[in-house]
């Protein structure tokens, strides 16, 4: 079955951490870039950043909260575990949100995505 799981999201105090897992089945991950987007409850999806394949660049989503997201989230990856990895800092109760990864050709936030997951939820609240 092809798929990607994400795991990881859970109930957190403000300026907690979290690391985020998107794994891949069925496929290799080492063929596509993979990216993170979310979704907050009422709000549209949102990029946030994506990784090419082989690790070696990040792209940060072209936001109006752009530089933020630069220095509140790190995204890296094994191949060898056909995985990918979201780590989220300085978690704030704005960050609430689902969160998907997806794989794709390139790291092109509004281009075509070929898998995503069904998403992890975080949620920042004291």
């Known amino acids: 079955q092809v798929q990607l799981v994400e795991s990881g999201g859970s109930l957190v105090q403000p300026g907690g951490s979290l690391r985020l897992s998107c794994v891949a089945s069925?496929?290799?991950?080492?063929?596509?870039?993979i990216a993170w987007f979310r979704q907050a409850p009422g709000k549209e999806r949102e990029a946030l950043v994506c990784i090419n394949r082989r690790g070696d660049n990040a792209y940060y989503a072209d936001t109006n909260y752009g530089r933020s997201v630069e220095s509140h989230f790190a995204i890296s990856r094994d191949n060898a575990k056909n995985a990918a990895y979201l780590q989220v800092n300085s978690l704030k109760p704005e960050d609430t949100a689902i969160y998907f990864c997806?794989?794709?050709?390139?790291?092109?936030?509004?281009?075509?995505?070929?898998?995503w997951g069904q998403g992890t939820q975080i949620t920042v609240s004291s």
């Open positions: 997806a794989a794709g050709p390139w790291c092109l936030f509004r281009g075509k995505f070929d898998y």
């Open positions: 069925g496929f290799s991950l080492d063929s596509y870039s």
